[in-house]
């Protein structure tokens, strides 16, 4: 059974820090691209951050600078530290796993920044 769970979420003030974690087991995630997407009430889900197998990173212009994606050897942790949030960071992270026509997503997790 193919399980990403993410946890970390929650209440912000403006200005501080989150480390979002993202599990994953039932398959070789050490072979998938691994990343974090986002989704704001009432708005698209979007993409955050992602991070592949080489460990070559990639990020959205509004994270660069703020925030970090990372996983472990083993390939079945990713986790995306976040600093300087915004109130504009409120919204559902998701972690999201992929290899060719494969995609996995979990459930999210929330984050709130308040002002």
């Known amino acids: 059974q193919v399980q990403l769970v993410e946890s970390g979420g929650g209440l912000v003030q403006a200005g501080g820090s989150l480390r979002l974690s993202c599990a994953a087991s039932?398959?070789?995630?050490?072979?998938?691209?691994m990343g974090w997407f986002r989704q704001a009430p009432g708005k698209e889900r979007e993409f955050v951050a992602a991070?592949?197998?080489?460990?070559?990173?990639n990020y959205a212009d509004f994270a660069k600078g703020r925030f970090t994606i990372s996983r472990d050897g083993a390939g079945n942790m990713v986790y995306l530290q976040m600093g300087s949030l915004r109130p504009e960071d409120t919204a559902v992270y998701y972690c999201?796993?992929?290899?060719?026509?494969?995609?996995?997503w979990g459930q999210g997790t929330h984050v709130t920044v308040s002002s």
């Open positions: 039932g398959r070789a995630f050490s072979t998938y691209s």
């Open positions: 991070i592949n197998v080489g460990g070559i990173t």
């Open positions: 999201n796993a992929r290899l060719l026509s494969r995609t996995y």
